[in-house]
């Protein structure tokens, strides 16, 4: 589910802030008064967030501070957290290793790719606001769109 979070929101989160299995956000450009949002986590049937992540707590230890935090030239992780622009090139760098184009990928992507696939799978526009934190539907089928696009198209039954 953390693919659908913003990378600026992924940075900021606080390993105190995770309740299995969801997690509170705060400070995102939905909620700039810092109430908080709390978003599910399912365990996942493909992908298992939840298991990736307790993998990741496992390396990374259970004490307080960043998420994710940075790691240094020798490969040694530091009490900084990592920054929005780390993860970007995470992403990138793992877009290419698989054949994609990583000026064409981004943070971005993975949440338009959550939100498209969402929708071919059946998930409610509510449901899909729940975890995008959209405030204004139309923002949100914009990304709904792109994946109905093909659906009952005119074309099928001659082209």
């Not at 940075?11 to 908080?36: C, I, N, V, W, Y």
Request: glycine share 10%; hydrophobic share 40%.
């Amino acid at each position: 589910m953390i693919h659908v979070i913003p990378i600026s929101c992924l940075a900021a989160l606080f390993a105190s802030r995770l309740r299995e299995p969801q997690l509170t956000l705060r400070h995102s450009k939905t909620d700039q008064e810092g109430e908080g949002q709390v978003i599910a986590v399912p365990s996942g049937k493909v992908l298992r967030p939840v298991e990736r992540l307790k993998a990741w707590l496992a390396v990374r230890g259970g004490g307080v501070g960043p998420l994710f935090y940075q790691i240094d030239a020798q490969g040694r992780l530091t009490d900084k957290s990592m920054s929005d622009r780390s993860i970007a090139r995470l992403i990138q760098k793992y877009a290419k290793l698989v054949g994609l184009d990583p000026e064409t990928v981004g943070g971005h992507s993975l949440r338009a790719g959550f939100l498209t696939e969402a929708s071919r799978a059946g998930a409610t526009i509510a449901k899909m606001q729940e975890v995008s934190r959209h405030k204004k539907v139309e923002v949100l089928l914009g990304y709904v769109r792109s994946a109905e696009l093909f659906d009952d198209h005119a074309g099928e039954g001659f082209l």
